[in-house]
């Protein structure tokens, strides 16, 4: 797993694992990330469906719970596919932008 903090966001990036494996290790790593704003970068997972976007709806609400923006990157799921609870974008572009949007919105007090 590699983290690449840029300010108040890091992205997480996976190596070759399996998505289970990949979950259990963000979870483990979490403490560490917890005050940032995350996006985790899905795109090295060449198969993924809205149920492997799901296992991450605990985790994300968690963050969310604690003002912090939580962004799925992968083009493999559209975000139609998922509830609204998850956030899902189809590049680290989009995902930077919409961290930027909430936190205006956090600031806004909206």
Known sequence: MVF???GTTT????ENISLAKFLENLNNAYEKIK???IIVNLFSFTALTSSDVL???????????SNKS???VTNKVSY???PEEICVVPTIKEARDIIEMEEIERDLGI
């Open 80 to 82: 139609d596919d998922v």
């Open 70 to 72: 939580f962004v799925l």
């Open 55 to 65: 296992e991450f709806l605990d985790l994300s609400n968690t963050h969310r719970g």
């Open 35 to 37: 005050n940032d704003n």
């Open 4 to 6: 690449d903090k840029d």
């Open 11 to 14: 992205i997480v990036d996976q």
